[in-house]
Nanobody, 126 residues
């Protein structure tokens, strides 16, 4: 049974930091990523990581503030979020695909991922 289990969300003041974790089990994946969804908005891509080769991708809104990394042995992907802003408030979801995505039209698309975590709330107060 494939599972993605997220942890690390919470409440933080603007300018603060949080680290999200997503532990995968049941199989390995070629692409793992983070998406977020704020109330009344569509789910949007935040960051992605290609397991083989180590390429990483970021949404423009988080570049320079967020860092995606992984632990290959534990099949875990992390999202270090620094300099958080109130507009970063959302439910954050881990996503995984057995396919390798190199094009932004693929890795930014929620429909390109077969497996999803349950989501973790991140709230940034001003």
């Amino acid at each position: 049974q494939v599972q993605l289990v997220e942890s690390g969300g919470g409440l933080v003041q603007a300018g603060g930091s949080l680290r999200l974790s997503c532990a995968a089990s049941g199989r390995t994946f070629s692409t793992m990523g983070w998406f977020r969804q704020a109330p009344g908005r569509e789910r949007e891509f935040v960051a992605g990581s290609i397991w083989s080769g180590g390429s990483t991708y970021y949404a423009d809104s988080v570049k320079g503030r967020f860092t995606i990394s992984r632990d290959n042995a534990r099949i875990t992907v992390y999202l270090q979020m620094n300099s958080l802003k109130p507009e970063d408030t959302a439910v954050y979801y881990c996503a995984a695909s057995p396919l390798t995505y190199y094009s932004s039209k693929d890795y930014t698309r929620p429909g390109g991922y077969d497996y999803w975590g349950q989501g973790t709330q991140v709230t940034v107060s001003s």
